[in-house]
């Protein structure tokens, strides 16, 4: 059964950092690009970033462009998205997601910045 | 960026009555490289992750009920469930991944009557 459990959400300052990660299990980690979305409280869906399985392909939203970063350990199975100088609108439930024809979503992680 | 349009934002249908849902794109989404056209669609059941309906136009994904369809070309797509379940309600999402960056349609919202 595949599963993409998402944690690291918490509540942060404005321009502070925080580091999500995504732990995958139930499919061949490796040979899947992975997605981060989020989608902030009561609003649509905003794709942030993905990655290649081999990491040979990084795209970032231009709203998070120099900001955050996306990685993944291969032989542990996880991803992951380091957040830097979090702005309040960066605000909102992240999804990591197994991408394709046979895409997959966790649950989530909450992020929240606040003053 | 490829904007998604989705109509209606809000769609109230009777319990084994058909729906339909639009998405339309500003760019067509056929890879003439592969023929496939990247138009994918989801449901947000209430307090829940987004679940992949249909990928790649038309491709139902593991486990969802055949009453869901995806059909249409180029720009302009359309969901459709041919029996209305009570379980059907959420919001549903178009999504193109033919380009980065990948980008969605607004939502339609299901309910029952």
Request: proline letters at 5%; glycine letters at 10%.
């Amino acid at each position: 059964e595949v599963q993409l459990v998402e944690s690291g959400g918490g509540l942060v300052k404005p321009g502070e950092s925080l580091r999500l990660s995504c732990a995958a299990s139930g499919f061949t980690f490796s040979s899947y690009s992975m997605n981060w979305f989020r989608q902030a409280p009561g609003k649509g869906l905003e794709w942030v970033s993905s990655i290649s399985g081999s990491r040979n392909y990084i795209y970032y939203a231009d709203s998070v462009e120099g900001r955050f970063t996306i990685s993944r350990d291969n032989a542990k199975n996880l991803l992951y998205l380091q957040m830097s100088s979090l702005r309040a609108e960066d605000s909102a439930l992240y999804y990591c997601a197994r991408a394709g024809s046979s895409a997959y979503w966790g649950q989530g992680t909450l992020v929240t910045v606040s003053s | 960026d490829i904007v998604m349009t989705q109509t209606p934002l809000s769609l109230p249908v009777t319990p084994g009555e058909p729906a339909s849902i639009s998405c339309r794109s500003t760019q067509s989404l056929l890879d003439s490289d592969n023929g496939n056209t990247y138009l994918d669609w989801y449901l947000q059941k209430p307090g829940q992750s987004p679940q992949l309906l249909i990928s790649t136009l038309s491709y139902r994904a593991s486990g969802v009920p055949d009453r869901f369809s995806g059909s249409g070309s180029g720009t302009d797509f359309t969901l459709k469930i041919s029996r209305v379940e009570p379980e059907d309600v959420g919001v549903y999402f178009c999504m193109q991944r033919l380009d980065f960056p990948i980008t969605f349609g607004q939502g339609t919202r299901l309910e029952i009557k």
